[in-house]
């Protein structure tokens, strides 16, 4: 059995502020290795942050409230802060959090850490991971490289292609 040590950061970068983010990261990084870690995982877009502004947009019908829930630390000065976040509604955290550690048998190993800021610690066994690995199929079990291909195309493109009849010409198809 071959185990190491992982670990979970549970963390809010420094809002719009990538340069004390990646300091913070820095010290998160260091706390999880002096703790004996060996891999660290950070929240999705720690770094950079996903700006403030991505999420306060509602995007479907009825999520207004949703998005007023924002998943980042907002400093009190920032501008129109009450119209993003409502600490009197929301309270003190603007995301709760969630973060754990499960094995590949489902059982949980660490967390779920909820309302605070936290490194999260477990020991996996790889050979536990690497068995497991055969049971994840991400290119869906009719994998056939002989029949299907991906295709990318990166040719420039409009970010934004109007589709119907205009009153003076006819429909096109989008390229």
């Known amino acids: 059995m071959t185990t190491v040590k992982i670990a979970a950061v549970q963390a809010a970068y420094v809002l719009m502020d990538q340069k004390a983010t990646l300091s913070k990261a820095i010290g998160l990084l260091e706390q999880a290795a002096a703790d004996g870690a060996e891999i660290v995982v950070f929240p999705e877009v720690?770094?950079?942050?996903?700006?403030?502004?991505?999420?306060?947009?509602?995007?479907?019908?009825?999520?207004?409230?949703?998005?007023?829930?924002?998943?980042?630390?907002i400093p009190a000065d920032f501008p129109h802060r009450d119209r993003i976040w409502d600490k009197e509604r929301h309270g003190e955290w603007v995301e709760e959090g969630n973060a754990v550690i499960v094995d590949p048998g489902g059982q949980i190993l660490a967390g779920p850490a909820?309302?605070?800021?936290?490194?999260?610690?477990?020991?996996?066994?790889?050979?536990?991971?690497?068995?497991?690995?055969?049971?994840?199929?991400?290119?869906?079990?009719?994998?056939?490289?002989?029949?299907?291909?991906?295709?990318?195309?990166?040719?420039?493109?409009?970010?934004v292609n109007v589709v119907g009849p205009s009153p003076t010409e006819p429909l096109t198809e989008p390229e």
Do not use: C, K, M, N
């Open 46 to 73: 720690f770094v950079p942050g996903t700006p403030i502004w991505i999420d306060s947009v509602p995007i479907w019908d009825g999520d207004a409230d949703w998005y007023a829930l924002l998943v980042d630390q």
């Open 114 to 159: 909820r309302e605070e800021e936290t490194i999260l610690t477990a020991d996996i066994d790889l050979t536990a991971v690497r068995a497991a690995r055969r049971l994840f199929d991400p290119t869906g079990h009719y994998h056939r490289p002989d029949i299907f291909q991906l295709t990318v195309d990166t040719r420039p493109r409009s970010a």
